[in-house]
Structure formats: structure tokens, C-alpha cells
């Protein structure tokens, strides 16, 4: 028996002009057990909001990340995904043991010291966006101009794309996380991508290169199909999420001048934002208890990142943005084995590009109120379509 | 104060090395290697923040060596 008649609320969602979670997760968070709520699609699934339910669904081994299992959520548009089971590699809707394997032979891709490895590349990639918006006159977007073509630029270089073939890349990327692509422009870009990973991984066996794919290549725990999989996840895994974070991150610093070059900033930019909230889909494979609320098996679940990361019970006056805290142990990445991959990269691009912008353009500011920006209210990432910006 | 880890289910997401560089590395399969075991205060603090953050809690803190 449940602990408690389940409620039922719409899907929350921002304020206009709000940077900080919807209100209604701070009512998720106090309530006994857990709540339910309809997807547009007409489903329903459980909200999980508080940080412990949030890391005990993320590590249950009873919860399943993958959306072949009947129950499982679907969130808003698709078109940027395609259908995993379509796609060998997608590693993010395996479980384990299926998942390690993936997972095992990614991380020396993705550890502290290979990552470090790429500083200067993107330090390059990051001065020559910041000159072309220079060269460009006094106003620029800095979501067009930095905070999509940075990420995209060194997903090129981790990957090993040549640069003659970078502007092919970066534009078939573009349709993918652009808000107003059609499902046909996205399915016509997905399929030119993976075209062109497969050619990429044939040069890349005659002619291996210091990228990952030669890497995956040579040591074999992968197959080249698999290959190619990984390496469209990790294009857009990690091409609009930080993308978002650059550009709210942006803002989050203009409007809070003061905490621009402050170590841990980037942990904190992370956390306040949790720009992927309700990435973290999952279902239930098995009736199981979590937060006092049984969950029965086929049951989706939803655990809000950004309402576990705006606990009280966790982080001190966890509404302020404060770059002085420890934030460490926040959810911005997940938790648990499918905690993101690239999370150290990502880091390392956000310190370069928050540290260059403010010090290459001092005077930058907004063009516009904080209201009127086009935020991506309904998107499955929170971020912005465009950022007006002069100095 | 001892540190535990436990290298099979560790994921490799780098985040004690981020933390506690003076007491974590990563080896080159990306799984946790220790560098001190036994700790003195500073390293206690920033080791039980590492504690809280690892994604798959292979971290832990013990009064002495334990197995």
C-alpha cells in the first residue's frame, strides 16, 4: 500500500525570467513520498525531488535507464535523439552489465589528466570565437557566437574531425540542437552525421591519429559500428547541454559581477542552473520504495536534478548563488554509473570560456532584460536560444 | 583516519582526483588509485567531500585500516 494518495500536478516549469527551478519543487521536496505528474504526451511518472530519493533512483539497481522497458518517459521533442535501439553504442539506455562494458572502455578517454591533455586546444578554439566576435563590431549573440560553436569545436578535437571537415560537422550539429530544425532536417542531419562518423572511422583505421577514435580503434573492446554510436552520443551529450551552460552561465556572472573570477565558480554555475533537470529518465523494473513512496514496476520516473540540487537539507541557503560553497556532491551530472562522461571536459571549457570572456571584453554586458531573453522554457534542457550582448 | 577504495565498482568519473589530487590518482584504465592512505587533518576535509561526491560511492573513510 502506498504511504500516501499520490497527488497530481502539471509538469512544473519556470517563471519568465527565472534562472533559479520552478516553485513547486520546493513543495515536492517537503511533501511526504512522492508526487505524480502528466507528460504532455499523456503518460503519467513520479517526480522525484529531494537530493537523497534523486542519488537512491540514479543507483538503484531495480530502476532501469533504458526506454526499451515498457513504462519508460518520454520528455518533450525527441527529434535531437535517435531511436537508441536503432543506434549500436547509444550507452546511456544500457543498464549494466551491458553498460560497463561501454563505460569501461570510455573512461581513459575521460580522465582528469587526458582531458587536462586538451586545455591548450580549447584555449585556442575559445581566443579565435572571442576574435571573431571582436572583429565583428559591439554587439554579437553569445549563444551563436560562443556557447554552441566552443563545445562543438572541441567535440571536433577530441574526436579527431579534420579541420577542412569541421564546417560540415559544426552545421549538421547546429540542425540538431536548433529549437526550430523540423523532425526532417533533423533526421536528414542525424543521417549525414553518421554517415560521416563512418567515413571518419574508415580513415581513421588506415590512417590513425592522438584522437579517441583511433584510440577506441586500436585497443578492439569496441566494434566500429559501436564506435560510431559513442561518437554521435558524446556529439550531442555534449554539445547543448554545455552549450547552455556557457550562455546561462554568462548571465548568471553578469548579473553577479562580483563572483567572476572566483575559483569554483564553474561548480556552482553547475549546480544553481542544473541545466539537464529531467534528463535522467528512468523506469521501474521492479515495485520498489523510494522517499517512502512504493513505485510498482513499470512506473517512469522523473528525478528533478534541479530540485535536488536546490535542497535545503543538502546545501546550505541552497536558493543563493554562492561560489564560496563546497557544491561538489551536486547532480548536475547525474549520479551513479551513468553520471556524464565528459563531466571533466565540460569543466575545463566552462573555466576557459567564463575566464576569456571577462577578461578579453571586460565590458560586456546584456542587450536586453533579463525577462524579454528566449529562454527554452519547454525544452528538455534549460538554456537559451540566443543571448543579445554588447561592450 | 584510513582511506578505502574500491576500484571494481569505481566508474572513473575523476572526481576525488578533482578534489584530493594529493591522496587520488587515476590509473590508466581511469579506476581510482591511491596515493597516501593514511591521512592528516587537511586531507581528512577534502577527503570527506570526496566521499560525498564519488558517483558510485567506492570511497570511505575508516578509523584504521580496514579490509
Known sequence: MPINDPISIQFPRRGRGQLSPPDEYATLRERPGLVRSALPNGSTVWLVARHED???????????????????????????????????????????????????????????????????????????????????????????????????????????????????????????????????????????????????IAMKQRFPGRDLISRLLKAGVLTPKEISGVALLLLIAGHETTANNIALGAVMLLLNRQWIHTPGVVEEVLRYLSVADRV???????????????????????????????????????????????????????????????????????????????????????DTAVEDLPFKYDGVLFGLHALPVRW | MHVNVNAESCIGAGQCVLIAPEVFDQSDDGTVVVLVESLDDPAQAAVREVVRACPSRSISLTESRSG
Not at chain 1, 518517459?73 to 525527441?78: A, D, E, H, L, W
Not at chain 1, 521492479?286 to 520516473?301: M, P, Y
Not at chain 1, 560553497?325 to 576557459?352: D, K, P
Open chain 1, 54 to 200: 534523486v542519488r537512491t533512483v540514479l543507483t538503484d539497481p531495480r530502476i532501469s535507464a533504458s526506454p526499451l522497458h515498457p513504462g519508460f518517459p518520454t520528455i518533450g521533442r525527441n527529434g535531437t535523439v535517435p531511436p537508441p535501439d536503432q543506434i549500436p553504442g547509444w550507452f546511456v539506455a544500457y543498464d549494466p552489465p551491458e553498460h560497463t562494458r561501454f563505460r569501461k572502455a570510455l573512461i581513459p578517454e575521460f580522465t582528469v589528466r587526458r582531458v587536462a591533455e586538451l586545455r591548450p586546444a580549447i584555449q585556442r578554439i575559445v581566443d579565435s570565437c572571442i576574435d571573431a566576435m571582436l572583429a565583428g563590431g559591439t554587439t554579437a549573440d553569445l549563444v551563436s557566437a560562443y556557447a554552441l560553436p566552443v563545445p562543438s569545436l572541441v567535440i571536433c578535437e577530441l574526436l579527431g574531425v579534420p579541420r577542412s571537415d569541421r564546417e560540415l560537422f559544426e552545421s549538421r550539429t547546429r540542425v540538431l540542437v536548433t529549437f526550430t530544425s523540423s523532425d526532417d532536417e533533423r533526421e536528414a542531419a542525424t543521417k549525414d552525421l553518421l554517415l560521416y562518423i563512418a567515413k571518419l
Open chain 1, 280 to 366: 535522467a529518465l528512468r523506469v521501474a523494473l521492479e515495485d520498489v520504495e523510494i522517499g517512502g513512496q512504493l513505485i510498482r514496476a513499470g512506473e517512469g520516473i522523473v528525478p528533478l536534478g534541479a530540485a535536488a540540487n536546490h535542497d535545503e537539507g543538502t546545501f546550505d541557503r541552497a536558493c543563493e548563488f554562492d561560489p564560496s560553497r563546497s557544491a561538489r556532491h551536486h547532480v548536475a551530472f547525474g549520479y551513479g554509473v551513468h553520471q556524464c562522461l565528459g563531466q571533466n571536459l565540460v569543466r575545463i571549457e566552462m573555466e576557459t570560456v567564463f575566464e576569456c570572456l571577462f577578461r578579453r571584453i571586460p565590458t560586456l554586458e546584456l
